[in-house]
């Protein structure tokens, strides 16, 4: 056991504050990451203030987490002592359900190990996540990241990256395609760079007309204020895929006509509360919609891959860890540039 140094919250109502925790002994098969960088994820907020309900306290979220290899197991192959390495959503899964055989470890049949809240595949030890020292994790589910690479914008590629990444893949975002990306926040951006680093046509679409400049500087092609009823008919039928970033109560009825016949809308943003489908705009130009949860660890690794090689990494803003309350506040608001990224040397 080792112990950790973190920052975590202790009822949904608490501030963090900071806490001290035993990580599990490392194992043969185990990489034990020292945490540069983490993330926060709008699902961070989520959590901590229980809107999807089932979180469990004291809580240290996280799920964009990038370091350094401290020490591995003896049985460890892909990874050294020094290593730039990275861990998401994810730290384990069954391996032998039929979509974990498929490289789809995310919709695991179960026992599955999220990063933090939740536990380990004994189903005791809890999980506590990345805004913390360090980490321990089997090496199937830690991630190379290429050294020299700035870790402070590549930890939010471990969510925000996945998130984007595998909806534009899986419905053909590249040369050709129109792609809109609904909402520019810490998602949305990072869908704008990706979509046109795969050669697509971009349009942010977004009600908040500021927003145009910053789209347009990310890669966009092209802006739609949504709050212009005219500008949304002048654009009806327009796109091929919107992936829809919102993560609050929306009207997704109207971004479905901007997509052309048997276009999609990729839902990755999670309201907490339901959204309204309607039916005629999905029924008369064969549409759908579609979810997607992160990406499987083969394809997140491709992933940072991919943004290694076009150069994209998350906007980012560096905070200390004793600046979270204030963060999270101005998350709610909607009030970063687009990624919070904590700094845990300064734990």
């Known amino acids: ?33 020292e945490i540069a960088f983490c993330g926060i994820c709008h699902s961070d907020l989520h959590q901590v203030r229980d809107e999807w309900g089932g979180s469990k306290f004291p809580m240290v979220p996280g799920h964009e987490i990038a370091g350094r290899v401290r020490a591995v197991g003896k049985k460890v192959r892909k990874f050294k002592a020094g290593d730039d390495a990275g861990v998401g959503c994810l730290v384990n899964s069954c391996g032998k359900c039929a979509n974990c055989r498929k490289g789809l470890e995310q919709h695991c049949a179960g026992p599955v190990a999220f990063t933090y809240n939740g536990f380990e595949l004994d189903g005791k030890t809890p999980t506590y996540g990345g805004y913390s020292s360090h980490v321990v994790v089997d090496e199937r589910f830690v991630l190379k990241i ?12 471990l969510c925000a990256g996945i998130t984007t990444y595998s909806p534009l893949k899986r419905f053909g975002a590249g040369k050709g395609k129109r792609v809109g990306v609904l909402g520019l926040g810490g998602l949305g951006h990072m869908g704008v760079k990706l979509a046109a680093a795969m050669g697509a046509e971009v349009v942010v679409l977004s009600g908040t007309a500021a927003k145009k400049a910053d789209g347009k500087r990310l890669g966009a092609h092209d ?22 970033t919102v993560s609050a109560p929306h009207d997704i009825g109207a971004a479905l006509g ?14 907490p509360k339901p959204l309204e489908l309607p039916a005629f705009p999905l029924i008369l130009a064969r549409r759908q919609v579609a979810g997607s949860l992160i990406g499987g660890i083969a394809e997140t690794q491709e992933m940072l891959d991919f943004c290694a090689k076009k150069k994209v990494f998350a906007d ?20 970063v540039r687009y990624r919070f990224s904590i700094d845990l040397s300064k734990l």
């Open 146 to 157: 290429k050294s020299g690479l700035p870790l402070e914008r590549v930890a939010p590629l």
């Open 316 to 335: 980012v803003e560096v905070i200390e860890p004793r600046a979270l309350d204030s963060a999270y506040e101005r998350l709610t608001k909607g009030d």
């Open 258 to 271: 901007l997509l052309n016949t048997g276009g999609t809308l990729a839902l990755v943003g999670a309201s």
């Open 1 to 33: 056991m080792s112990q950790a140094k973190a920052y975590a919250v202790m009822s949904p109502t608490s501030a963090f504050q900071p806490w001290t925790f035993e990580r599990r002994e490392p194992g043969d098969r185990d990489v034990v990451i």
């Open 223 to 244: 802006f739609i204020l949504t709050s212009d009823a005219a500008a949304m008919t002048k654009n009806t039928g327009r796109l091929d895929l919107i992936v829809d």
